[in-house]
C-alpha cells in the first residue's frame, strides 16, 4: 500500500522499512514513546490533523497465510468505525491491511495513550494528504511533506526528540 504525503511516496506494508527509514531527514522527527504527554501528544495531533473527513488509519489487522492469525490491535475500542476497508498483500505470507477513515483526534490521542501504557504493539499509521503519524510500543514517528512543519515540530519539541536512530538519506 503506497501512501502519498504531498509529493513523498511511502510504503506501509511488511515488505518495507518502516515509514520512518523511508523518509529524509527534513521530513521526518522520531520521539521516545514515553518523552511525550498527553498535552503534548493532543498539541502534535492537532497541529498534524485539522480535518477529521481526511484523517485516515492504516494497520496490520490479519495473517492470511501460512497461518492464519488476526492482530490483537483494540482498535474497536478507541476509534469510531464508519468507513473500513481491506487490502489483501501478497508475498512470502498472506495479510490483510485494514483502513478506516474519518478520525477524530480526540481518538487517535486515546489510542496513543492506550499503546503508550498496555505496550502493545500494532503496526499501525494515521495519516492525511501531508502528515503520518506512525507509533508503536517504543516510538512515535512524524513524517511529513513539509520540511517547515518538521522543522517547527523539532524546535517546539526538542527535548523530547529521540537521537538514537537519526540517520541521514
Known amino acids: 500500500m503506497i501512501i502519498n504525503?504531498?509529493?513523498?511516496?511511502?510504503n506501509f506494508d511488511s515488505e518495507n522499512e518502516t515509514p520512518f527509514f523511508q523518509s529524509s531527514n527534513d521530513n521526518r522527527v522520531r520521539f521516545d514513546i514515553d518523552s511525550l504527554d498527553k498535552k503534548n501528544l493532543s498539541d502534535i495531533?492537532?497541529?498534524?490533523?485539522?480535518?477529521?473527513?481526511?484523517?485516515?488509519?492504516?494497520?496490520l489487522?490479519?495473517?492470511?497465510?501460512?497461518?492464519?492469525y488476526r492482530e490483537k490491535t483494540r482498535v474497536g475500542r478507541f476509534l469510531s468505525i464508519?468507513?473500513?476497508?481491506?487490502e489483501v498483500h501478497s508475498t512470502d505470507e498472506k495479510y490483510i491491511i485494514s483502513t478506516i477513515e474519518r478520525l477524530k483526534n480526540e481518538e487517535i490521542?486515546?489510542?496513543?495513550?492506550?499503546?503508550q501504557k498496555v505496550l502493545v504493539e500494532p503496526y499501525i499509521i494515521f495519516y492525511n494528504d501531508k502528515n503520518m503519524f506512525y507509533i508503536n510500543n517504543s516510538v512515535i514517528?512524524?513524517?511529513s511533506s513539509s520540511k517547515d512543519f518538521i522543522t517547527n515540530?523539532?524546535?517546539?519539541?526538542?527535548d523530547d526528540i529521540d537521537t538514537f536512530?537519526?540517520?541521514t538519506l
Open 61 to 68: 489487522s490479519e495473517y492470511i497465510s501460512p497461518v492464519k
Open 141 to 143: 514517528d512524524i513524517i
Open 5 to 10: 504525503l504531498g509529493d513523498k511516496h511511502i
Open 45 to 59: 495531533m492537532n497541529r498534524l490533523f485539522n480535518n477529521p473527513l481526511n484523517t485516515k488509519c492504516s494497520f
Open 153 to 158: 515540530i523539532k524546535e517546539d519539541f526538542k
Open 109 to 115: 490521542i486515546k489510542y496513543s495513550l492506550y499503546i
Open 165 to 167: 536512530y537519526v540517520v
Open 82 to 86: 464508519t468507513n473500513w476497508h481491506e
